[in-house]
């Protein structure tokens, strides 16, 4: 891990202080090891020399505070996997490789195994490191409550304070799926699902969480995103829904996203109505302080979707650009709907977000045209959020929407930079400031992170975008 990551992570006080350093030096001789090739469950298990073989004489263990579980790396397995049992903050319990070469790759297409996850963490205080996920199956006709299961990694409902770090995970329509509160899902690559719409009109998800208290953090997500169904196209990096679940206290930051369908989508309690006998009439949730900071976005559709009433909530410090090249679907920016107003006494902040547009064409949707191209606020009216210190720039002319009426144009424009960024390469994807960029020190002083996404400090005055202006 990046050392600056490291002490950067320990300062906001999210979870572990020590488990963060367990694997620094490697897998430890103690523990238990398995090798797909060459172990055999008869074996103690307890050296490299006699390692189990599967991962059913995993599952049918109970660890306790302090194992560690080694998969040698360069094997395969097709079972789905469980990690039981608790550890403790002082003494996790650490699942990771050992060996030379690739991560041990995990599968399982068993949708009665395990629900067709590769891997489960079903105990408080674990960490999983180091291994790579492939290929599950998706979720067609199943049903929300169904679908909320499957998942290449799963962090199981009551099992907190876990940390996913470092793993890859690949072609798993949910990538990441975490019902554990004070979880940290952090430096992981999950990348490339297209598969079909699912069930219900939504697309692949690199992670999701269903459940507050919990932090996402310094992942890379790329190409999760379906054409087609409902909407025209689903999916996205990040999406947080069930509202069976209080999801308070959430934070992602310093991510990176891109080709995917959204960065970051909020569902509301009709995600439940009539399936998991919640009366969606009296058990209206609002969240509150979800904290979305320092991370870049090129993806197609929203960057925020926020379908749930918001409180004490924060969008800020985010480089978004936004080039939509599928006709047929509009494409806002940042989507938020509050239809019942009961989140207005503490409206969500959107300040030093750098947004670009590419408004190529018209869109049609339905046979009509739409006439929206790329919006930047929709569904919320102006005077309900905290705007400010935002640049905002339409590669394709001034032409551009920023909310649902032309009068709340004028609101904006009003209390936003209206220009070229003038950062490095837009179309190469390098959005480092230049020394002539309005974004340089144009930013609010109040934000949540002391450090932007390449790891550098915060310096004086904040700049407008995900990235502190270095000098050449």
């Not at 990551?5 to 030096?25: D, E, N, Q, W």
């Not at 793993?167 to 799926?177: F, M």
């Not at 930047?376 to 705007?387: K, S, V």
Request: hydrophobic share 30%; with cysteine; aromatic share 10%.
């Amino acid at each position: 891990m990046n050392l600056k990551k490291l002490f950067y992570i320990l300062k906001i006080g999210i979870v572990f202080i020590i488990s963060s350093l367990t694997s620094c030096g490697g897998p430890r001789d103690d523990g238990y090891f398995v090798d797909a090739e060459h172990g055999d469950d008869s074996n103690s298990g307890t050296s490299r020399k006699e390692p189990w073989q599967t991962v059913e004489k995993v599952n049918s263990m109970i660890f306790k505070p302090g194992d560690n579980i080694y998969f040698k790396r360069q094997t395969s397995y097709s079972k789905g996997l469980q990690i039981n049992g608790d550890g403790t903050e002082d003494a996790p319990i650490l699942i990771g490789a050992w060996g030379e070469g690739d991560a041990p790759r995990f599968t399982n297409t068993d949708d009665s195994d395990y629900n067709g996850n590769c891997i489960q963490l079903n105990g408080h205080y674990q960490i999983l490191e180091n291994i790579y996920c492939f290929g599950t199956n998706d979720a067609p006709g199943r049903g929300y409550l169904n679908v909320w299961k499957i998942g290449g990694i799963k962090i199981n409902l009551g099992a907190d304070h876990c940390i996913v770090r470092n793993n890859e995970v690949e072609d798993c329509p949910i990538g990441i799926n975490s019902y554990g509160e004070h979880t940290l899902i952090t430096e992981n690559y999950v990348h490339d699902c297209n598969r079909p719409i699912l069930f219900p009109y939504w697309g692949p998800i690199g992670i999701r969480l269903g459940m507050g208290n919990q932090e996402v953090s310094w992942n890379k997500i790329h190409n999760y995103h379906s054409m087609g169904g409902e909407w025209g196209g689903d999916g996205g990096a990040i999406e947080i829904d069930d509202g069976r679940n209080p999801r308070n206290n959430i934070y992602i930051h310093h991510n990176k996203s891109n080709e995917c369908m959204g960065f970051c989508e909020i569902s509301y309690n009709f995600d439940i109505c009539g399936n998991g006998g919640v009366d969606c009439a009296t058990e209206n949730r609002i969240y509150d302080n979800i904290v979305i900071a320092y991370n870049e976005s090129a993806d197609y559709r929203t960057f925020t979707q926020f379908w749930a009433p918001l409180s004490n909530s924060f969008v800020e410090n985010n480089t978004v650009y936004r080039k939509w090249e599928s006709a047929g679907i509009e494409s806002n920016v940042f989507c938020e709907n509050d239809e019942d107003g009961l989140a207005t006494d503490s409206p969500t902040t959107y300040r030093n977000n750098l947004v670009v547009v590419v408004e190529e064409e018209t869109r049609s949707t339905n046979g009509k045209s739409s006439g929206m191209g790329n919006r930047i606020y929709l569904g919320y009216p102006l005077a309900q959020i905290n705007h400010s210190n935002n640049l905002f720039y339409n590669v394709d002319g001034p032409h551009i929407l920023f909310s649902s009426t032309a009068s709340e144009n004028i609101e904006l424009e009003a209390t936003a930079i209206i220009a070229n960024p003038k950062v490095v390469d837009l179309e190469e994807g390098d959005y480092h400031l230049t020394y002539l960029s309005p974004a340089r020190d144009n930013g609010a002083d109040e934000g949540h992170y002391d450090m932007d996404l390449d790891g550098n400090p915060i310096v004086g005055t904040r700049d407008i975008g995900a990235f502190e202006y270095q000098l050449e």
